[in-house]
T-cell receptor
Framework: GAVVSQHPSRVICKSGTSVKIECRSLDFQATTMFWYRQFPKQSLMLMAT?????????EQGVEKDKFLINHASLTLSTLTVTSAHPEDSSFYIC??????????FGPGTRLTVT | GQQLNQSPQSMFIQEGEDVSMNCTSS?????WLWYKQEPGEGPVLLIALYKAGELTSNGRLTAQFGITRKDSFLNISASIPSDVGIYFC???????????????FGQGTILTVHP
């Protein structure tokens, strides 16, 4: 159990366009999901915490108008990168919380903005 | 904010050797988690520790939650080639407040196992 999926796994988009990434908990319900960003050979950086039915909480320095998060159900959270630019190219990973403490991660989405 | 120092940054070992890595924090965590990440994939949870002093095993992996709640270690015994990857520690404060459930990650330990 505790499987989290992400879609798409890879996406290439042109500068100025928007990209939506989906995160789903497949076999459990997650009231809280988290979105991370990871640069090559670096650790994961938390971008925002997403709670079902309420607004996301963004970490300091993360632009909420650029990274739109929607957590519409207990099994789905989406991250939309709006007006993407090359510097937004990165590996985006979501996680879903189960129980009080455990977080299970999705396989990640590689975003390349040209 | 809280910071985790994970060491070593990288390890090159021969198959069959034991491995040890650790994390230390400037402040207390209520939960410690250890993850493994392979290239192009998300981290996979290996071991979760919930109580100070707790020692938990998962196959060839053993992890401990330090008594001070500011450190944790992970040991891998009799390493095999498929152990290759990046290992991350993560600390969590736990319930309550705006930090509920949020993980603070260490910098990662890159493990290479030579056959």
């Amino acid at each position: 159990g505790a499987v989290v999926s992400q879609h798409p796994s890879r996406v290439i988009c042109k500068s100025g366009t928007s990209v939506k990434i989906e995160c789903r908990s497949l076999d459990f319900q997650a009231t809280t999901m988290f979105w991370y960003r990871q640069f090559p050979k670096q650790s994961l950086m938390l971008m925002a915490t997403s709670n079902e039915g309420s607004k996301a909480t963004y970490e300091q320095g993360v632009e909420k108008d650029k990274f739109l998060i929607n957590h519409a159900s207990l099994t789905l959270s989406t991250l939309t990168v709006t007006s993407a630019h090359p510097e937004d190219s990165s590996f985006y990973i979501c996680s879903a919380g189960r129980g009080n403490y455990e977080q299970y991660f999705g396989p990640g989405t590689r975003l390349t903005v040209t | 904010g809280q910071q985790l120092n994970q060491s070593p940054q990288s390890m090159f070992i021969q198959e069959g050797e034991d491995v040890s890595m650790n994390c230390t924090s400037s402040s207390i965590f209520n939960t410690w988690l250890w993850y493994k990440q392979e290239p192009g994939e998300g981290p996979v949870l290996l071991i979760a520790l919930y109580k100070a002093g707790e020692l938990t095993s998962n196959g060839r992996l053993t992890a401990q939650f330090g008594i001070t709640r500011k450190d944790s270690f992970l040991n891998i015994s009799a390493s095999i080639p498929s152990d290759v990857g990046i290992y991350f520690c993560a600390g969590q404060l736990g319930a309550g407040g705006t930090s509920y459930g949020k993980l603070t990650f260490g910098q990662g330990t890159i493990l290479t196992v030579h056959p």
